[in-house]
C-alpha cells in the first residue's frame, strides 16, 4: 500500500522561507510522477511543481518559479520543497500526490494522482 506524509510546514512571516517534505512509502514502481499541490481556503487546489522520479528536473508552476526549489532526498521517493520570499497568497495547505505514471503530465490534474498526503499548512503572515 502506497503512503504519502508530508512533514514541515507552520507560520512564517512574508518574506520568508520554509522547507516541506513528502516520503512515499510501499511499492509505487520504479518511475512515478511526484508533485505537490495547494489548496488555500475556499479555493481550488492547484498544482505547485511536479518531478518524475525516472529523472529530468522539476517543472514548476508560474506561482513557484523563482521562489520554489523542488528537491530530491537521499531516501528513496523523499521530497523536499524549499519555499522562499513567501507571500500572504502562499498560504495553504500543501499536498504531496503521487502517480505511478512515468511522465508528469501538465497542466497537473487531481484526478491522475490516486495517491495522497494528508497535507501540511504553511500560513504566511504580513
Known amino acids: 500500500q502506497v503512503q504519502l506524509m508530508e512533514f514541515g510546514g507552520g507560520s512564517v512571516q512574508t518574506g520568508g522561507s520554509l522547507v516541506i517534505s513528502c516520503e512515499v512509502s510501499?511499492?509505487?514502481?520504479?518511475?512515478?510522477?511526484m508533485a505537490w499541490f495547494r489548496q488555500g481556503e475556499g479555493e481550488e487546489r492547484e498544482g505547485v511543481v511536479s518531478?518524475?522520479?525516472?529523472?529530468?528536473?522539476?517543472t514548476y508552476d508560474d506561482i513557484a518559479q523563482g521562489r520554489f526549489t523542488l528537491s530530491k532526498g537521499n531516501a528513496k521517493n523523499t521530497l523536499y520543497l524549499r519555499m522562499s520570499r513567501l507571500q500572504v497568497e502562499d498560504t495553504a495547505m500543501y499536498y504531496c500526490?503521487?502517480?505511478?505514471?512515468?511522465?508528469?503530465?501538465?497542466?497537473?490534474?487531481?484526478?491522475?494522482?490516486?495517491?495522497w498526503g494528508q497535507g501540511t499548512q504553511v500560513t504566511v503572515s504580513s
Open positions: 518531478i518524475s522520479t525516472g529523472g529530468g528536473t522539476p
Open positions: 510501499g511499492d509505487i514502481g520504479t518511475r512515478a510522477c
Open positions: 500526490a503521487a502517480a505511478p505514471t512515468e511522465w508528469c503530465t501538465w497542466p497537473l490534474q487531481q484526478r491522475d494522482f490516486p495517491y
